[in-house]
């Protein structure tokens, strides 16, 4: 709660004039910093170009102009094709358990160290100035500044991918994208050119699933699971190879949105994920996942019921464990957006020794196209010197020159083998990177697709039965979302033909939304498995009982009781939560005097940016808010979007009586303050059917 609000205007302190125009200068004095051109030549005037006379033709020979407009013209560089949307944070990286026997890499071997890193967070299809919040996948890239080298994993919320080889991508994409006629829709999959491209790529199945699950809706980045997706390989110190799969846990537990909150967040605060992140750093409550690696042996892999090469197939944890041998923290926020969040450059083809490839089509394929993509982004192969992307251990090499070189060689020698400059660097066969010296077969060269990539089914039925009732309604429903914006008929009969293969329930559920027939299942390329169900693959039903990091909206109006509002404060904050205050108006006057400044007013902070709701008013005050349509929606969606609701005497008779809410175990009087600390830590999803319309 924001009280003894200043009102106090520094500007006043800060040498401020007026100019002939009535325009404002701020001078500096022996205190302040001077402005300067970017050769360091001191700017006297910062508000006015220089003209021939008071009215007359700015003049050409304004140094100081033409450098601040040409810089600011070229300020745009070309947004990512892919993940333009996105958002960051330092933080660092500590090893619990070592794994040197299976790895050389220092990383993964030497623990206790903390390693700094950065971890960029973002939506797949929107461009740089889309929403947080649409029905996408989410990139999760984190560059870890070790020792040896920088170490970027490169993966998604979902472990998974649409495609299994890299040369589907730019089809994948041009699909997903605003289609080119006519430019829209933006950050949304809900078309025709994408249900069109999917339909007829069948290989898309498992992660077009997972896309229509709550995986896609994460309530928050610290929320969200991570996975490098492909299978790499580690190296030991006698050279022998283990498969490995990464995974992120967050210690906080996946959580999602519902998808009618998702689209009304959109429009009520497009930077929904990017604030939380910002606020939760500020606040220190700093987002923390376990690090943890699936290794498993070729032997293994030989016997699993699917190819590990396919990007397309992850590993049931129940077929090999999860085992947690580190973790991340983020604890500080970027400096400057532009200069962090949007040039840092992630390559999976960054790695330190001890860790290789392995012969996954997709990932091959994406060593090549993200270095490729960073020429175009930052306009120079010396984008690794800039300070984001730089590696925080000794580099030297033999590169020179190209657009904005940083590095001043001191040498006449930029190449290798050379006799000239003992000291320059050379190679080391002991610390260098070494491949895995992998035994190949003697088959034919050829563009081709292992038969092991052909089951497309299998594991998408798996993870839509591994579901709960609630989840397997939310995939149902978006489903039918997506294909209802479909016009196209065919296309819409042929994805519901492979949801037959998925699941018949599913495919039964979908039609009847859409008003269809059950068309027949499309011919799968392979026997469709029943594989045993997995329990990580839920989201609510693994969602923690926990305030923390949950955010609570307490509503309040002028003559609101102080003290009652301090006492719901300090209970959700004491287990973990935040609390934002929403009035009427920005300041409000309580009944002991006490001015407080709202955090939201009620027009601009609907419920959907909560995660439980409390209503502290007095009569006079709630008489006016029935009359409210943003005060009617606030309280309708909190109950429609199953959370738990607190309310007043005054709430009750003018605002609760006018609404279909039923008062069940989440609809508690303030009296029950424990009730509904223990009731905002989760939803009722019980409440759901009798509010919602779903597939």
């Not at 994208?177 to 790529?201: I, N």
């Not at 909150?261 to 930077?271: N, R």
């Not at 930052?378 to 984008?383: E, K, Q, T, V």
């Not at 102080?562 to 006057?589: C, D, L, Y």
Request: net charge negative; hydrophobic share 35%.
């Amino acid at each position: 709660m924001k009280k003894n609000i200043d009102h106090t205007d520094p500007a006043k302190n800060m040498n401020t004039e007026r100019g002939n125009g009535g325009e404002t200068h701020q001078r500096a004095d022996h205190d302040t910093r001077a402005m300067t051109t970017q050769q360091g030549v001191v700017i006297s005037d910062n508000q006015n170009s220089l003209k021939a006379n008071t009215r007359g033709p700015t003049l050409l020979e304004d140094f100081v102009l033409r450098e601040k407009i040409t810089h600011f013209d070229h300020e745009r560089i070309p947004e990512r094709v892919v993940h333009a949307r996105g958002s960051a944070a330092h933080g660092y990286f500590e090893l619990t358990e070592s794994l040197e026997e299976y790895t050389t890499a220092k990383i993964l071997t030497e623990t206790g160290k903390q390693t700094p890193l950065f971890t960029r967070f973002s939506t797949v299809a929107g461009n740089k100035g889309s929403k947080d919040t649409p029905r996408d996948v989410r990139g999760f890239a984190v560059k870890i500044y070790t020792e040896e080298g920088n170490w970027d994993i490169v993966g998604n919320n979902m472990p998974i991918f649409f495609i299994q080889d890299a040369m589907k991508f730019p089809d994948l994409v041009h699909a997903v994208k605003p289609e080119p006629d006519r430019g829209f829709p933006q950050a949304a999959s809900a078309h025709d050119t994408f249900w069109d491209f999917v339909s007829l790529s069948p290989e898309t199945m498992h992660n077009v699933i997972w896309l229509m699950s709550d995986r896609a809706l994460p309530r928050s980045f610290g929320m969200m699971e991570g996975f490098g997706i492909h299978s790499y390989r580690f190296i030991n110190k006698d050279g022998k190879s283990t498969f490995v799969r990464f995974h992120w846990k967050p210690v906080l537990g996946v959580q999602s949105l519902i998808w009618d909150e998702a689209v009304k967040i959109s429009g009520a605060d497009p930077d929904y994920n990017r604030r939380d992140l910002f606020e939760a750093i500020n606040n220190g409550d700093y987002p923390e996942w376990e690090f943890g690696v699936q290794l498993f042996t070729e032997e293994e892999a030989n016997e699993f019921p699917f190819d590990h090469l396919d990007a397309t197939k992850l590993i049931p944890e129940e077929l090999v464990p999860v085992r947690i041998v580190g973790k991340m923290v983020l604890n500080r926020y970027p400096d400057n957006f532009f200069s962090e969040t949007e040039q840092v450059a992630f390559c999976p083809s960054h790695l330190p020794p001890g860790i290789d490839f392995s012969n996954d089509p997709l990932l091959q394929g994406r060593l090549f196209s993200y270095l490729d993509t960073q020429l175009s982004r930052l306009g120079s192969p010396n984008f690794a010197q800039i300070p984001i992307n730089a590696p925080k251990c000794p580099f030297a090499n033999n590169q020179q020159d190209g657009h904005m070189q940083m590095q001043i060689p001191k040498t006449r020698t930029l190449y290798d083998p050379q006799s000239l400059d003992p000291e320059r660097p050379r190679e080391s066969i002991k610390k260098g990177f070494e491949s895995f010296h992998e035994q190949l077969d003697d088959g034919v060269k050829g563009r081709v697709r292992a038969e092991s990539f052909a089951d497309h089914y299998s594991q998408p039925r798996m993870f839509y039965r591994s579901q709960t009732p609630a989840e397997q309604a939310h995939i149902a429903s978006a489903y039918a979302f997506e294909l209802g914006k479909v016009d196209t008929p065919h296309v819409r009969t042929r994805m519901l033909g492979h949801l037959v293969n998925i699941d018949e329930d599913l495919a039964n559920r979908v039609a009847m939304a859409l008003g269809m027939k059950l068309p027949e299942a499309i011919e799968p390329a392979a026997p469709v498995q029943d594989l045993p169900t997995s329990e990580p693959l839920q989201t609510i039903g693994r969602t923690p009982k926990s305030l923390k990091a949950r955010m609570i909206g307490i509503l309040v109006a002028e003559g609101s009781k102080h003290s009652e509002i301090q006492k719901f404060e300090e209970a959700a904050m004491a287990e973990g939560g935040r609390v934002k205050i929403v009035a009427p108006n920005k300041e409000v006057t309580l009944d002991d005097g006490t001015i407080i400044q709202a955090d939201e007013r009620v027009a601009g902070g609907p419920s959907v940016m909560f995660d439980a709701v409390v209503s502290i008013i007095m009569p006079d005050q709630a008489k006016k808010l029935a009359k409210d349509s943003a005060t009617l929606d606030w309280f309708n969606d909190a109950y429609v979007h199953c959370k738990a609701i607190a309310y007043c005497g005054a709430t009750d008779e003018f605002i609760l009586s006018k609404l279909p809410v039923e008062k069940d175990a989440f609809v508690t009087p303030l009296a029950e303050l424990d009730s509904f600390i223990e009731n905002a830590k989760s939803r009722l999803w019980e409440r759901e059917p009798k509010v919602r319309d779903l597939a």
